[in-house]
């Protein structure tokens, strides 16, 4: 893994969407010359009302889609030159009422195989991360359950520990408290400042004291 100052920066990034309507054209000027720094380990925060533009300026850093205007590195990699090496640099948790992007009829542990198959991690230190991050998320008891069994706040969890999975230095997370009531919004807050603690200690979920 390469060591670099920030794990975000943006130069200038600007997104505008061309879109019609009635025959003419439009532009929306969703993410306007940002730039940003965001050191490695920190915790940073976008604010902004519906329609400010954070979705459009995490794809971008994403690599889903591409700026119209400046670049940005994410872990040192440019989004636009170096596109693969930003993807396996970062885990992915986008807010989703009821994750939907799991796979209702398999067990979280399951869920957690496969796309841990789909990372290309290899099958023993997957099975040690995943004990580890279901431990952390405090799954471990039902880490058998199907997913349909499970509540908002256990499939949040289950979602979170996928983006981990990889063991990626940054995680990008898109509404994280989306469809969770007050109680279970603090606690994933709570949850998500005591994982930037344990990742700050000791960057990998599959080391021995985590087993
Ligand atoms: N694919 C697209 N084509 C055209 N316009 C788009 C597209 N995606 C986003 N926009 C527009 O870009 C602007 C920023 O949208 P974006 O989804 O980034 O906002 P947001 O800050 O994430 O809002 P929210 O808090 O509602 O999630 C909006 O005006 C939106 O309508
Ligand atoms: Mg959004």
């Not at 509404?175 to 279970?184: F, N, V």
Request: glycine share 8%.
């Amino acid at each position: 893994m390469q060591m670099v100052e920030y794990a975000v920066e943006t130069f200038d990034l600007t997104k505008i969407f061309e879109s019609k309507e009635n025959g003419v054209k439009r532009y929306i000027k969703a993410v306007d010359h940002v730039n940003i720094k965001v050191k490695q380990g920190e915790f940073f925060g976008l604010l902004g009302p519906n329609g400010a533009g954070k979705t459009t300026l995490i794809k971008m850093l994403c690599t889903i889609i591409l700026p119209t205007e400046g670049t940005a590195k994410v872990n040192g990699y440019d989004i636009i030159k170096e596109p693969y090496k930003v993807r396996s640099s970062f885990g992915w948790f986008h807010g989703e009422t009821g994750g939907r992007s799991l796979y209702w009829r398999l067990s979280a542990e399951d869920n957690l195989k496969f796309y841990a198959y789909l990372q290309n991690v290899p099958k023993d230190v997957a099975e040690r991360r995943i004990s580890a991050l279901l431990e952390f998320f405090g799954l471990t008891k039902e880490r058998k359950k199907l997913v349909k069994d499970y509540s908002t706040g256990m499939k949040v969890r289950v979602m979170l520990a996928r983006a981990l999975l990889h063991n990626p230095p940054i995680l990008f997370m898109d509404e994280p408290t989306i469809g969770l009531d007050t109680i279970s919004a603090v606690e994933t807050r709570q949850l998500l400042k005591a994982l930037n603690v344990e990742l700050g200690k000791n960057r990998d979920f599959h080391k021995p004291q985590y087993v």
